[in-house]
């Protein structure tokens, strides 16, 4: 609650797994300005899952207690559990949601799409990025009435992952073609966060496994070019990095949070680190 400096531990009161599989029911009316949603579906490792069409899990306290597992109501077509199957780690801008779905069985084929929500029901949008190469877990920010959205980026022919960035000027109707932030390294790469600061300008962070480095890009033109620096390195042994949060404290310094190991903390444990941008 003090912009990263220290830090408290919750318990959710839900496991976000909906261990029997079944479909769960119709959310109640409620607002996606006003409370946050978690999207479970199924993904690489195993992991969270619960059914393959997908769910999601919201909080009306800022991630206190969670009330779901509830039906993505009005996506059935877009992850169906037939043809597609939900993939979504998901980000929301006012009343718009982005996530993401595979085709069934063939890793690599995920594709971003935008849905809005009407307080009842989600409706389908705009699908955000779909080409040859995987486009997931997406990460958004607004800046100046244009809505950026930073993706994990990989193709299996291609050693490694990357970043791309993809904006709308038409709230979220249309999409532009993907500009690429920078590398992330081979072994399917890592996710970015991305934020908009108080001045205008776009951070991303994300990181590079190969090298066990944080990486972070900074766009003053609305995502059209971006300049990167490091943030953080590892030692040469058993390092590794990734899947940031980024958040901006009240007075504008952006903070990233990740997990993080290397040769002399071994074990993954999150760490936070304030960026000087």
Not at 157 to 173: F, K, L, P
Not at 179 to 205: E, F, H, I, M
Not at 218 to 241: M, Y
Request: some cysteine; proline content about 5%; hydrophobic content about 35%.
């Amino acid at each position: 609650l003090d912009g990263g400096r220290t830090w408290s531990v919750e318990v959710p009161n839900v496991d976000f797994e909906c261990h029997d599989r079944t479909t769960p029911p119709h959310a109640p009316a409620f607002s996606l300005r006003d409370q946050i949603i978690r999207v479970c579906g199924v993904y690489d490792h195993g992991g969270d899952e619960c059914f393959e069409p997908g769910g999601f899990y919201k909080s009306a306290d800022r991630g206190r207690s969670w009330d779901g597992p509830y039906r993505l109501t009005g996506l059935e077509q877009q992850t169906d559990g037939g043809e597609y199957i939900c993939t979504a780690r998901t980000r929301t801008a006012g009343d718009l949601v982005f996530l993401s779905r595979g085709q069934r069985l063939v890793w690599g084929t995920d594709s971003t799409f935008c849905a809005e929500h009407d307080g009842r029901r989600f409706v389908f949008k705009s699908t955000v990025l779909d080409d040859s190469a995987r486009a997931v877990m997406p990460a958004v920010a607004e800046v100046a009435g244009r809505i950026v959205v930073a993706m994990r980026r990989r193709r299996t022919a291609v050693r490694e992952g990357w970043i791309d960035v993809v904006h709308s000027d038409d709230g979220g109707a249309t999409w532009s073609k993907p500009r690429q932030v920078g590398v992330t390294g081979s072994r399917n790469g890592n996710p970015p966060a991305l934020a908009a600061l108080p001045d205008g300008r776009l951070v991303c962070c994300y990181g590079n496994r190969d090298f066990g480095s944080m990486v972070v890009a900074i766009s003053s033109d609305r995502g059209e070019t971006w300049s990167a620096s490091l943030v953080r390195e590892g030692s040469e042994e058993e390092r590794d990095i990734g899947y940031p949060q980024l958040f901006v404290r009240s007075d504008g310094v952006p903070v990233c949070v990740y997990y993080w190991a290397d040769g002399s903390t071994p074990h993954q444990h999150i760490a936070a680190t304030a960026l000087e941008v």
